[in-house]
Nanobody, 129 residues
């Protein structure tokens, strides 16, 4: 049973920073990522990281401002999202996800285009202007 627990959300002013964490237990896929959903909008893939090689993907809207990383040990797997120069449009619930559901179409090993099998409960990020 995979469990993902996010933390680190909060309220900041524009230009500020936050660091989100996601603690993963159980079987953890090589691919993990962060998604977000703002009120009235569709869910958006923010960033992913592929543990085999460490390749990363970022949405254009966060490139240069957000950094995804992970720390995997024998006993704990933690995914991070460092968010700098935050903007009001970054306001959303941020979700940690793992284990892409690969199907007939190959988008790459760690694309946000896939549905993901495991999700955390989400953490709210609010950026005020």
């Amino acid at each position: 049973q995979v469990q993902l627990v996010e933390s680190g959300g909060g309220s900041v002013q524009a230009g500020g920073s936050l660091r989100l964490s996601c603690e993963a237990s159980g079987y953890v896929s090589l691919c993990m990522g962060w998604f977000r959903q703002a009120p009235g909008k569709e869910r958006e893939g923010v960033a992913t990281i592929y543990a085999a090689g460490g390749s990363t993907y970022y949405a254009d809207s966060v490139k240069g401002r957000f950094t995804i990383s992970q720390n995997n040990t024998n006993t704990k797997n933690t995914l991070y999202l460092e968010m700098n120069s935050l903007k009001p449009e970054d306001t959303a619930i941020y979700y940690c996800a793992s284990d892409p559901a690969y199907g007939a179409v190959w988008y790459g090993p760690c694309s946000t285009a896939y549905e993901y099998n495991y999700w955390g409960q989400g953490t709210q990020v609010t950026v005020s202007s």
